[in-house]
C-alpha cells in the first residue's frame, strides 16, 4: 500500500496500473464525514495506490478521475484520454435564482 503525495502522480499511476490489467483493476472512495477527509484508492491486487485529502480542492478533481476511469471502461484501455482530460465541461449549469424572499 502506497500513498502517494502528488495528484497528478496519482492520477498518472492509476490509469498505468488500469491499462496494464483492466479486468482485475479496482478504484474505491471513502469519504469520513467527521474527519473531512477523503480516500482514494486504486489496486489490482498486486499494487495498491492511495491518495488521501482533507482540502476540499482536491476533493473536487476526484469528479475528473471518475471521467477518466469511466472513460477507460466504456472505450476500453487503448483510449486517448487527451479528450477527457484537456476539455473542460463545456456545458455549465445556469445559475438559478431562488424564489424566496426578496431582502
Known amino acids: 500500500?502506497?500513498?502517494?503525495d502528488t495528484w497528478d502522480e496519482f492520477v498518472d499511476r492509476s490509469v498505468q496500473l488500469f491499462r496494464a490489467d483492466p479486468k482485475s483493476t479496482r478504484y474505491v472512495m471513502k469519504y469520513r464525514h467527521c474527519d473531512g477527509k477523503l480516500v482514494l484508492k486504486v489496486t489490482d491486487?498486486?499494487?495498491c495506490l492511495k491518495f488521501k485529502t482533507d482540502q476540499a480542492q482536491e476533493a473536487k478533481k476526484m469528479e475528473k478521475l471518475n471521467n477518466i476511469f469511466f472513460t477507460l471502461m466504456a472505450r476500453g484501455p487503448d483510449v486517448d484520454l487527451s479528450e477527457v482530460t484537456g476539455k473542460e465541461?463545456?456545458?455549465t449549469q445556469p445559475v438559478k435564482?431562488?424564489?424566496g424572499r426578496k431582502q
Open 97 to 99: 435564482k431562488g424564489r
Open 89 to 91: 465541461q463545456m456545458e
Open 1 to 4: 500500500m502506497v500513498y502517494i
Open 45 to 47: 491486487n498486486k499494487e
